[in-house]
């Protein structure tokens, strides 16, 4: 994962330069083989010519560093990355592998998953942290980023949430209302399938907690993990497995589309009435 992420990083900043892998060999004097290693995610370059490139490359401070970082590690399987790591951007290497899976499967069992809010759901989801209000409208555009990028019919996507998810309250009547009509909305699109676990169904398969599996073509499949302290990415296919069995778990147990988008009906209805006797 390092080493994808570190070669695309290269790829992006070569383009920004408008340079090609050899016209910046022969700037720097190398051969254009050198680069091809750097964009490939290889090892063997030292830290003097990556350094080198990156300045040739108008390399922000920032980015340098993360570079620099991914560089030295890019052998390391699975991959741990602490809130206070001071990556510029979080969600990043979970946005890049978003792009590129051909399948992505994923788990929410307390509230709406990511991929299905809407942005006043993941705005009070923000505020409720508590993160300031620069740091949520942040949370919030990066959120409708991903889900642009990963909601284009490109891709299956398969998404399990509990009950429970629909039933937390968000926001106030009209968020809630807004993410439930939304996630009909979304229930109709060929190449996304929501599935819901029914609270009387009672213990289920992921009480562990909430993730997300990506599936590619050509690479090994990944499970992401995201808590509090860290951004968590297993590589490890034995790790990968464990989650395989969650998510086989979760498809039988689970109701089906119809079901679950009856069951999302019978909810808004219950949120509507609810309302009314309020107001009387």
């Not at 510029?88 to 809010?117: C, F, K, Y």
């Not at 497995?241 to 689970?254: K, P, W």
């Amino acid at each position: 994962m390092r080493g994808r992420e570190f070669g695309d990083a290269i790829r992006a900043l070569l383009r920004a330069a408008d340079l090609t892998n050899r016209a910046a060999a022969e700037l720097l004097g190398w051969q254009e083989a050198k680069v091809s290693e750097l964009v490939n995610g290889k090892e063997g370059v030292s830290d003097v010519d990556l350094a080198k490139l990156l300045g040739l490359l108008r390399t922000p401070p920032d980015e340098f560093d993360h570079l620099m970082a991914l560089h030295h590690d890019a052998h390391i399987r699975d991959w741990l990355q602490p809130a206070g790591s001071k990556l510029p951007d979080r969600v990043r290497t979970l946005r890049e592998h978003e792009r590129i899976a051909s399948q992505i499967t994923g788990w929410s069992m307390n509230v709406v998953h990511g991929l299905l809010q809407v942005p006043d759901y993941t705005w009070h989801l923000a505020l409720a942290k508590p993160l300031a209000e620069p740091d949520a409208r942040v949370v919030v555009e990066n959120r409708v980023v991903r889900q642009t990028a990963v909601l284009d019919g490109n891709r299956p996507v398969t998404i399990f949430m509990h009950e429970q998810a629909l039933r937390l309250p968000v926001g106030d009547a009209n968020v809630m209302a807004e993410q439930l009509h939304h996630l009909l909305r979304l229930s109709v699109r060929p190449y996304l399938t929501i599935r819901l676990i029914p609270t009387v169904f009672g213990p289920h398969g992921g009480l562990a907690g909430d993730f997300d599996r990506l599936r590619f073509k050509k690479i090994p499949a990944l499970v992401y993990v995201e808590s509090e302290g860290a951004n968590v990415f297993l590589e490890d296919q034995a790790s990968v497995a464990l989650y395989d069995t969650v998510l086989e778990s979760l498809d039988r147990t689970a109701l089906d589309e119809v079901e679950t988008r009856k069951l999302i009906t019978d909810i808004i209805g219950e949120e509507a009435r609810d309302d009314q006797v309020a107001q009387e």
